[in-house]
């Protein structure tokens, strides 16, 4: 059994939900598998309009379905929003896919015969989602993988059970069949038990994965094992680097929301903060006093941040503080740890022994020795380091092994280039903060933060999809590629006689 609880107020529970069994998941693989050719018969453009149907749905429920994220995972309410937002946006995105889905005529290096492509489904589909974007990041998978005539078995977080229940909910009043889409709420090991049997079985020919790094590198190896490329979108450290010449306003205004906002348990969270030598002092201290005044509490309230996502995640976060060494600077609250009566917070907004709520934390002094430099932190924890060169921030940037997303805050267009080219991460932001995403902009990383993999707008389709060439020879004779050459009548002696 799943009891999921409002990380705001714990003694709020939110849903009990019975968890699926090894057996009980991969027979829901089973049905799903059984049923995607079917799925697949409907032509695209049908499936297509079931995906506005679920747009629309989305939108007409929007309100509902962000006060239960809010409710059951405890992001600020106005984020919820955004987030409900890019389900709607991903399926107004697809929709139209479904009258494209182009393949393509390809000329043939012999006369009378004629080349094609065809995007086809690559069948069942086994999507495994984190919790902090309980209903946004399912959607890029789910989506167009249905889209593309892939039938679906989704394993939201244990943590999210009431929104993926809401969610699959929404899909299946759209007109997706209830065989296409089934979700199923496991632990961890129970899923990867069924993971590996689905493999085994052939109930499975693609995995999507969005979580730690950890858990991805298992996910991976043992999709390898039968010959399948999972889509991994792991964590990140992300870089934020500020020059000299940078609109320090700006950047302290993406500093504070991306290193805080969603209680920084986002993968694009600010991981470094590298200030300039120059404005080191300057920034940092302005910094410290933002987040030092900031409201934190209630997420249904006007506040930078609400709770932790739920006490796995605060305990986490405490493990992580132990890593700051006696060389760092600690700031940014009256306290460090969980908020209580007794260890309060100032600005606190509402009563925060009913909840899972963290003190802000700065690091400053960090180098790259130190644990914090490589530890992906995923919560409300930033840490802040000085760099003399461009060359130098570019290094400290990519050197932990994470690659997913980045900024700098620059006036400088070559700076701008020359971050762009040095960065190892997926996605790059100028002068804009590391979080944020728009639902047609490949989003991806590379290194330990991902395989390559990228979702959202048309290049997910590589993932969903698998290209199907065909030629078709109409010269009712057998035509022999790379033998059968055209003779090409030429003079390649010739030069031009020009006084
Ligand atoms: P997690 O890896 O603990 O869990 C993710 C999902 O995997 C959950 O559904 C969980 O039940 C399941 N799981 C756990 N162990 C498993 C196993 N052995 N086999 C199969 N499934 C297993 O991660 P989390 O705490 O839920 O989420 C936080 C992490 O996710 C952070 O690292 C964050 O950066 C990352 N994340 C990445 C993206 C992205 O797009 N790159 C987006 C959101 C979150």
Redesign the pocket.
């Known amino acids: 059994m799943f009891t999921s609880t409002n990380p705001a107020r714990q003694s709020d529970v939110v849903t009990t939900i019975p968890a699926s069994s090894t057996e009980e998941m991969v027979a829901a693989l089973a049905a799903a598998k059984l049923a995607q050719k079917e799925w697949a018969a409907l032509p695209a453009p049908a499936r297509g309009r079931i995906i506005a149907n679920v747009g629309r749905l989305v939108e007409k429920n929007k309100e509902a379905l962000s006060k239960l994220v809010t409710r059951e995972m405890g992001k600020v309410y106005r984020e919820a929003l955004g987030e409900v937002q890019e389900v709607i946006d991903t399926c107004d995105f697809f929709l139209g896919e479904g009258r494209r889905l182009y393949g393509q005529t390809v000329p043939s290096e012999m006369k009378n015969k004629n080349l094609f492509t065809f995007r086809m489904p690559v069948g069942n589909v086994f999507i495994?989602?984190?919790?902090?974007?309980p209903a946004a990041?399912p959607s890029w998978y789910i989506v167009p993988a249905l889209l593309a005539g892939n039938t679906v078995v989704w394993?939201?977080?244990?943590f999210t059970p009431a929104v993926a229940h809401a969610l699959t909910s929404l899909f299946h009043a759209g007109g997706v069949p209830t065989d296409v889409l089934k979700t199923v709420v496991a632990?961890?090991?129970d899923?990867?038990a069924a993971?590996e049997e689905g493999l085994k079985r052939g109930y499975i020919n693609k995995v999507g994965f969005?979580?730690?790094?950890a858990?991805g590198r298992?996910?991976g190896a043992k999709a390898g094992e039968y010959i399948q490329s999972a889509c991994l979108?792991?964590?990140?450290k992300n870089p934020m680097v500020v020059m000299p010449d940078a609109n320090l306003d700006l950047a302290l205004e993406g500093a504070l929301f991306a290193g805080f906002g969603t209680a920084g348990q986002r993968?694009t969270s600010l991981g470094t903060l590298w200030l300039h030598e120059s404005i080191h002092d300057e920034f940092l201290s302005r910094y410290i006093a933002l987040v030092e005044n900031a409201k934190v509490g209630d997420p249904m309230e006007d506040v930078l941040f609400g709770p932790m996502i739920s006490e796995k995640y605060l305990a986490n976060h405490l493990e992580h503080l132990k890593m700051i060494q006696p060389h760092h600077k600690v700031s940014g609250s009256t306290a460090t740890g969980r908020i209580t009566k007794a260890s309060p917070r100032k600005n606190f907004v509402g009563d925060p022994d009913q909840g899972v709520f963290a003190h802000p934390v700065i690091v400053s002094g960090i180098t790259k020795n130190d644990e914090l430099y490589r530890t992906?932190t995923?919560g409300p924890l930033v840490t802040v380091g000085k760099f003399s060169t461009l060359d130098e921030a570019i290094e400290l940037s990519n050197g932990h092994g994470y690659g997913?997303s980045s900024a700098i805050y620059t006036s400088n267009p070559e700076s701008v280039w020359r971050f762009r080219e040095g960065i190892s991460a997926g996605m790059v932001s100028i002068n804009n903060s590391t979080s944020g995403a728009e639902a047609h902009l490949p989003?991806g990383?590379n290194g330990m933060?991902?395989n390559g993999s990228r979702q959202s707008g048309i290049w997910v389709l590589d993932q969903f999809t698998r290209w199907q060439s065909m030629n078709w020879d109409w010269s009712n004779k057998l035509q022999k590629a790379q033998m059968d050459l055209i003779e090409i009548k030429h003079d390649p002696k010739f030069m031009l006689n020009i006084k």
Not at 128 to 133: M, Q, R, S, V
Not at 155 to 158: A, D, G
């Open positions: 495994i989602t984190a919790g902090n974007f990041v394993k939201p977080s244990e632990e961890g090991p899923t990867f993971l969005t979580g730690s790094t858990v298992k996910i979108e792991l964590g990140g993968c992906e995923f997913l989003f990383g933060s991902g």
